[in-house]
């Protein structure tokens, strides 16, 4: 059996317990063997906010911002604080990713909002038979809970890594660890004179390989923040790592960070939510970007990943997208040159699915686009419902199909089976 096909008959499985009801399940999924299901797609953070008398409207705040679910160790550290933390989580239908260091694995809380235990943050490959140990411990006590583990980004260096490449890392961390979700944290620089977008996206392709290989899968975390060498990311930027793991076929998105962390590394204080409780710009622009993810998330959910297409401003797209649903995508000559990226999926249902992403962050684009199939047989998932409607020429009066991008915004479409 293809990946795709064992990945898209456990997401049928999970969908029928779900009722199909968007962006929550009906009754908490358990797969046959124990192992964790994911039952929405992730949209979740770094540095939970504190655990305090003010918890209660901080949550409801996290709420308000779409967020789907919380990973903790920061607001929420003693076994007291992560009860309050999942009682929140359920009051405002949210999962949560607790602290579990030093508390034995037959006493971990359990809780309908607990997905399951946070373990351990960038390990080195020579931790994997210790943490192997302590995942089959916790999996045993608590089945279809997910142990989580948040793996370095390609830039690591070797020593850190413990392998001499990063493709050894990733592959040894999943062979001998045997984790339910795959994660990664990566920081794209975006200046001028330092564009590391191709870096992350090569990163992604590591992660898409290796979870479809397993079967599992994958989140990230992106930048939100400006720290060290990295600029404060515009909304335009933030959309662009978002929209781009979703191309990879991400099954979930981590905002580093939401609540701006003590200390010198981070003097600007400029993530979601200030150290004095502000909230900065980039809450408005996370609620907006996660209420698109929030609507695309159940149909995101039912699709793996077939193949994923790098249109840069240099290629032929159609020697690029040769066999892919979109066979061309041409451009004016007064528009920039095409700058895409192309996510290609197949639906559980058999549809296939394309995600076409603006690859620039500074500008529109309005692509001449064409499909393999007759336009009756393609509908986009609106990204402010998350309805299936018609395909809607952007631009009647042209020739083609125009599909308008605004700068890094991405568009899903189903294609009935071929």
Known sequence: MEPWARYACAA???????????GRAAIEPTAPDGRFVQDRFAIGLWVDPPMDERADGRYAELAGAHFSMVIGGFGARTPEDVEKQLELCARYDMKA?????????EKLAVSSACWGYSLRDEPNAAEFGRLRKQVDAIRAARPGKLVYINLFPNYASPEQLGTATYDEYVARFVDEVDVDVLSMDHYPIFKPGADGRAAYCANLEVMRKCALERCIPFWNFFNTMPYGHHTDPTEAQLRWQVFTSLAYGAKGVMYFCYYTPAGGEFPKGGAIISRDDRRANHYYQARRINQQ????????????STGVYRITPEDNPARIL????IPNIVHSPHDPKPDYLVGVFRHTDGR?????????????????????A???????VDKWSGKEVPVVDGSPDMDGLQLPLDAAE????LLACD
């Not at 049928?12 to 968007?22: D, E, H, I, R, T």
């Not at 991405?410 to 479409?413: K, Y």
């Open 12 to 22: 049928v499985a999970l969908f029928a317990l779900a009722g199909c009801v968007p």
């Open 97 to 105: 990713v607790v602290k579990c260091t030093g508390v034995p694995a």
């Open 293 to 304: 993810l929030k609507n695309l998330g159940p149909t995101l959910m039912q699709l793996t």
């Open 322 to 325: 040769a066999g892919s649903p």
């Open 352 to 372: 296939r699915a394309v995600l076409l992403n603006n690859y620039r962050f500074a500008y529109a684009a309005w692509p001449t686009v064409e499909f393999d």
């Open 374 to 380: 007759d336009l009756s047989n393609v509908i986009e």
């Open 410 to 413: 991405g568009r899903l479409f």
